[in-house]
């Protein structure tokens, strides 16, 4: 039996281009689509479109099990989300896996016959939102064997956003998630390692849906689908290529603009979102300490009471790879303790 994607009993989360309601697409980390049934079977037809040359997998919590389905690199396939001899309730949870490398539309939910969707999951009633790059969306988190090292080789079967700190972060918190990351991402365009020759920056994807540099194809979000509560931006070590200059000076002009833009950024999303608290933070990953001082410079002059400047522990010096999954976790609880210590209302 075939169900709308477009039914009431089906929970949809993250920053989706819903145009065609019965034709979601998925394009950031950690979107998902979650829904209870009563049956034996569940298949999800998925048009997956690529492009930048990784292997591309979906990612499925099924009854508490998590798996992944490869998908075809530029074309429609079926995915077996439950497969059971005898019916009974289940709980399925599909999620996009890796970033803006893809993007994902669901074209069609099938349910073996007589099955029945159950009463909707409840959403969360908390609510984050994180700018971050290819930490904040799990890139290569699976590498565990790789834990404090460089990345190994791979194709983007590593990379899962279940595993990011900002998923592990959201779960800690009872908190929904739109991850509004990519891989590669700096603050500037011209910088970082995303799309060339374009290298566009979050300044310009920051309130996209789509975002396609090659043709100018832009779509603009709607804030007023999602406001949340908490907002994280991660960003700033990706601007130090193709040159480090805040590290080689930081009282230069070059670094004086870096600061002006991102308190143009920060105070861009403040616009969007009046009350929420906002923490300004990196990651772990190896970076020069000049981009962390940038930040608190750019915090402290903000003057936003409901702005604040974070460090992790191993700040900029826990890794030269991307965090693992023993990190993602280690980030997320101090992340979340810091977050819970705040002597301003949260979630109000």
Known sequence: ????????????????????????????????????????????????????????????????????????????????????????????????????????????????????????????????????????????????????????????????????????????????????????????NGNGWVMPPFYPGMETLWDKLHFYPETGAYTRWDFGAYVPHLVIVALGQNDSNPEDYMKEDSKGLRAAYWKYKYSCFIKNIRKKYPQAVIVLTTTILEHSREWDDAIEEVCTKLGDDRAFHFLYQRNGCGTPGHARIFEAEEMASELAAYVESLEVPVWE
């Open 1 to 188: 039996m075939r169900i709308s994607l477009d039914n009431k009993a089906l929970v949809y989360s993250g920053r989706i281009d819903r145009t065609n309601a019965k034709r979601p697409e998925f394009i950031f980390p950690a979107t998902s689509l979650h829904f209870r049934f009563y049956g034996k079977r569940a298949v999800i037809t998925i048009e997956n479109r690529g492009g930048a040359g990784w292997d591309y997998f979906a990612g499925i919590v099924a009854d508490g099990v998590q798996k992944k389905e490869k998908l075809s690199p530029d074309g429609i396939m079926k995915v077996v989300l439950v497969d059971e001899k005898e019916e009974r309730e289940h709980d399925v949870l599909l999620f996009k896996r890796q970033d803006g490398c893809h993007e994902m539309a669901l074209t069609k939910l099938e349910l073996s016959e007589g099955s029945r969707l159950l009463k909707a999951p409840e959403k969360p009633k908390r609510r984050i939102e994180v700018y971050g790059d290819s930490v904040s969306a799990g890139e290569v988190s699976e590498a565990v064997s790789c834990l404090g090292k460089e990345d190994p080789g791979h194709t983007g079967e590593y990379s899962n956003s279940w595993y990011s700190y900002a998923s592990i972060l959201a779960r800690k918190l009872g908190a929904e998630l739109h991850n509004i990351s990519r891989s590669g991402i700096p603050l500037l």
